[in-house]
Nanobody, 129 residues
Framework: EVQLVESGGGLVQPGGSLRLSCAAS??????????IAWFLQAPGKEREGVSC????????YYTDSVKGRFTISSDNAKNTVYLQMNSLKPEDTAVYYCAADRGFQAIVAVPGPDSFGFWGQGTQVTVSS
């Protein structure tokens, strides 16, 4: 059974940085067969895509609000995906989830949450002074 475990969340001041990690285990296929994405969910709002890294060629995709501030990367040897978040803003406050799945035909943007079958438990990110 695929398990995803997020870590790295916390409280940070505006303008600060955090690095989230998503460690995968129990994979049926090779780690780089999977697309891994990060989503956020703020209180009372729907889950929305933040970034995605595709399997194989490791192409990366970002939602407009985080471009230039967030960087997604993958360490296939550790079955781990990272989300480096810089220049954090109060509106980035949310629970961040990582998600994984395979079999995407062509990724041109961060896929919607319904595209992913495997999810972590989430990690809270709070940006506040």
């Amino acid at each position: 059974e695929v398990q995803l475990v997020e870590s790295g969340g916390g409280l940070v001041q505006p303008g600060g940085s955090l690095r989230l990690s998503c460690a995968a285990s129990g994979l049926t296929f090779d780690f780089d067969d999977y697309a891994i994405a990060w989503f956020l969910q703020a209180p009372g709002k729907e889950r929305e895509g933040v970034s995605c890294i595709s399997g194989g060629d490791n192409s990366t995709y970002y939602t407009d609000s985080v471009k230039g501030r967030f960087t997604i990367s993958s360490d296939n040897a550790k079955n781990t995906v990272y989300l480096q978040m810089n220049s954090l803003k109060p509106e980035d406050t949310a629970v961040y989830y990582c998600a994984a799945d395979r079999g995407f035909q062509a990724i041109v943007a961060v896929p919607g949450p319904d595209s992913f079958g495997f999810w972590g438990q989430g990690t809270q990110v709070t940006v506040s002074s």
